[in-house]
Structures are given as C-alpha cells and as structure tokens.
C-alpha cells in the first residue's frame, strides 16, 4: 500500500478540489441543538476555506510545526477542522477525552506539553486548575495567544513521517501511553478502508457514514474520517448514542454505512421491533464486539451485516483484520482471514506457536521490507514500552485469539489486565493509583466483573476504616471528580486485606475471583447508578 500524499491535509486538499461542492460533515439537528451550533452540511469547499482561515490564525499567533495542541472539543465537527489546519501547518493535536477529571487532565497535560490548549467554554476553569505546566487554555473561536514558551515537541521529521497525533491509550502500568501517530498511519487507514471490498466496501458514488462514537479515538479519526475522505464521502457524528432516536439519526443523514461497538446492538436490539426497523439506506455495519448470541438476529431485524473487525491504536490499519468476506462466519466471534499486507502469528505462554483451536497471544507486523508501515511511531517518552511491544520484531497486541483449520482468526479474550466497559479501556492500575489518593482508602484492588450490557464492570476492593454504605457513596461521589465516569467503581466491597504476593504484588487472578463472589453474594455496594455521563 503506498501513500502518495505527505500529509493529511494534503490528501483533504486534493480531495475538496475534486468534489468542492460534496458534504465532508452533516451536523444534525439534534446534534446541533445539544451543542448549540448550526444543523446543516459543510461542504469539501466551505471546509477548506475555513481551514485556510484557521491555518493562517494559527501562523499569525507564532504556531509553528513540531507543536502540539490539546483539542477538548467533545464530538463537533470543528474538531475536525482544526485538526486539518494544524496538520497544514505541521503541527499534531492532542485529542482529551472530555470524561476525563483532575487528577487524568494533570497528567495528561504534563506528559503531552502542548503549546495551547482549545476547548469548550465549560471545560477551559478545569483545565486551567488541572494544568501542571503554564500553557494557555482558551475557548474555541477565542483570541489565539502565543504558543507557550518551549513548546516545539514532537519530532522534526517531514513528509507523511511527521507526527500528525498523539492518541492517549490505557496500558497496564497505571499511567495512560501516549501513542504518537504519523500521517502515513491516517493516510494508510484511508487507503485501507477504500481498499476493502466485499460486504465492507466504500464507493466514490457519495458515501454517507454516520457514528456515535467519541472523535478523540482511533476509530473516529484514522477510520470514519479517513475512509470519508478518501471517497469525498459525508461524515455525521453524533454527540453520542441515543437509542430512542438512532433510527431518526439514521434516515436523517441518510446514511449508507455505521461504525459501532459492542454495545451499541445490544442496546438497539433491547428497543420494541416496529415496522420502520428496515426504513434505512444502511448497507453495511463495521465494529467490534457484537455479542454473538445477537449477532444474526440483528442482521435479521434490521436487515444489514455487522462486520466486525480487528485493530487497536498501535497498529491503525496497517495490519486490521475484518470478516467482511461473504462466507463469512456470524455470531462466532470471528474476525475472518488475516489480508496479505500482514503477517501474523498466534502464540502461546512458552512462546511457540499455538496450533490450530489453541488460543494463544496475537502477535502482528507489516508484510515487506518495513514491518512497522503505518504503526504508531513510538510511545511518547516510554522507549522501553516502546521496545517491549516490539519486543523479537512482531508487535504484541496482548489480545488472546484462536485460528481454525482455515485461517480464519477467532477473538477469546484480552491478555492485558485492562477491564473492557461499553468500549473503553480501563486500566485497573490506574484506578486503583487514583483511588490511594483518597484520605480514608488504605488499600485498593479493582478488577472486572460481568454486566449484561456493557461487557465488564469496575468492581473494587477496598479497605477503609469505617466500611459503610455512606463510606461507599462518599467515595464513589469522590472518584467522579477525579477520574472519567466509567472508570469508576460501579460495585465496592470493603475487605480487611487484599490478595498478595510474597513481593506485596496483588494476586490479579485471585482477587477476580474474590470480586465475582463478593458480587454473587451480594456483600458489595453497587453504584452503578451514579456512574452518569457529566454535562458539561
């Protein structure tokens, strides 16, 4: 697969000059209403004037390549605008997860050293307060001052090399990796998803993709954004999921193609069947982590294939595994054939490889010369994360998966210890780092639990000195202040002392197991109903 553009904003450029006159975003009234701006579509030509508009602010105010800026900006479609003008000047954005609190914003920050920060007014007093390192945060549309002192960051590299994001990723050792994205790995997740053909195939012939997942990850940008531009195709995002009105958003935006996780059909099939249910355009649905015993009875009410696919942040597009073959497998949890762009091996604990109906670690690569084509180019300031991933020239990706006699590659179950709520990646370290910051906490372990709907639950174990269910409340009420809502606990149990190691290690494994009895006889206090989205 080859690139041909140098940047983002290049192949954005050569596609509004083809199709001036297309949509590239289409906010919907409902959207619109929510954030408080105008409904309606904007054109390949409308946004490139206003990302000339953008570009040249930015130069004016002293921004320069090799800059990065922090975007919390939600789901508006400005997000996407900034981006390109910041990517047209050769600087990288930092997208923030506007879930995140105090003690997520601080680090992030700090890590990162972005030269200004630009959110939505509601949200500039939090980060101004969380903010370790003098940056200005200022209000989108507001006056641009000069970038703080030093902010050069990222690498002077050129060309489609040059870091165009950095993506933050929950890992296993507490602190989110900060994941540094080059153009080549956008631009290579265009071409791929262009590429594509059976059920999952996009077309020139003005393709309408609508999705309610958060622009701050990899699906949206590299994936939904990406594979719009790369057939002068129309994305509507949503602010978020609305089960009510999904279908309304859908005829709506007419749309042809979805993006979804897990979640998502599992909600949408608990709604009451009706008349309307196959009034779409849609022809295909791509995600992730459909639940199988679902899987064909959606297909079946609503009349369109969920193909589901493989990737993670690290790896893009460059090596994505998708069953978008007609014989494919559905309800199975399968993930089809590895394309010939890949190489790939599945291996056991010993480090062989696993045979077939063996589940083993999914250890991936480039095929070619260069066998981290389209990758992320490093973990920022973490070279020895950064190794250990890349760890014998095969980038491990910590997922468990089986093959079968035919190739066809099955998804078991997550090596890493990150618990995995509605789509987000929760590492239990970090939760457990956050909740020792609290006064009255003197040990915390978090684990996962089962939940029906969303996948796992966080469930901690905590030891205080006065376990009530006040206690409970109390510091359920105060995580919500320091960390995202759905990283935090949604069950507590108070326990006089956690599963350890000789070396004062928690036995991961055992305190599972502890978790899932506390939960079954019932010796926990569930929070879940706390656990709410904050308006902002």
Known sequence: MMVHHPSVHAAFAQTAARWPDRPLLNVLPTTAEVY????????????????????????????????????????RPRFFLIWLALNKLGLSVV???????????????????PALIVATEPRVADLQAAAPIPVSVIADGGDLPP??????????????????????????????????LSNTYFLMAGDWYCGLDGIVSLTEDGERMITPLPVFHMNAMA????????????L????????????????????????????????????????????????????????PALHAPFEHRFGFPLCEGWAMTETGLAT???????????????????????????????????????????????????????????????????????ADGWFHTGDIVRLDAEGRVFFVDRKKNVIRRSGENIAAVEVESVLMS?????????????????????????????????????????ALSQMAYYKVPGHIAFVDALPLTPTQKIQRATLKTLAADLLAQRKAYNLTHLKKRQVT
């Open 36 to 75: 408080g701006i105008a409904a309606g579509e904007i054109t390949y030509k409308d946004a490139a004037q206003e990302v000339e508009a953008q570009a040249a602010t930015f130069t004016s105010a002293g921004y320069t390549a090799g800059m990065r800026v922090a975007l919390l900006l939600e789901n």
């Open 95 to 113: 997208p923030i997860n506007p879930d995140l609190r105090a003690a997520e914003l601080a680090y992030l920050i700090g890590h990162s050293a």
């Open 147 to 180: 970038p703080r002192a030093g902010s050069v960051t990222a690498e002077p590299r050129t060309g489609a090399a040059r870091e165009a994001a950095v993506l933050y990723t929950s890992g296993t050792t507490g602190k989110p990796k900060g994941c540094v």
């Open 223 to 234: 994936a939904s954004f990406m594979g719009m531009l790369s057939v002068a195709g129309c």
């Open 236 to 291: 509507t995002v949503l602010d978020r999921l609305h089960p009510r009105s999904w279908w309304d958003d859908v005829r709506a935006a007419r749309a042809t193609c979805l993006h979804y996780l897990g979640v998502m059909p599992s909600i949408l099939m608990k709604a009451e069947a009706t008349a309307q249910d196959r009034d779409h355009q849609i022809r295909f649905g791509f995600g992730a982590g459909v639940d």
């Open 320 to 390: 994505a595994i998708t069953n978008n073959r007609r014989d494919r497998l559905v309800g199975q949890s399968s993930l089809g054939v590895p394309g010939p762009d890949m190489e790939m091996r599945v291996v056991a604990e010993d480090g062989s490889d696993a045979g077939p109906e063996t589940p083993g670690e999914l250890l991936v690569r480039r095929a070619g010369t260069n066998p981290r084509e389209g990758f992320f180019s490093h973990y920022y300031m973490d070279p020895d994360a950064t190794a250990e991933a890349w």
């Open 438 to 478: 609290h006064p009255d906490i003197m040990a915390a372990g978090v684990a996962p639990v089962p939940d029906a709907i969303r996948g796992d639950e966080v469930f901690a174990c905590l030891t205080v000195a006065d376990p009530s269910a006040e206690t409970a409340q109390a510091i359920a009420r105060w």
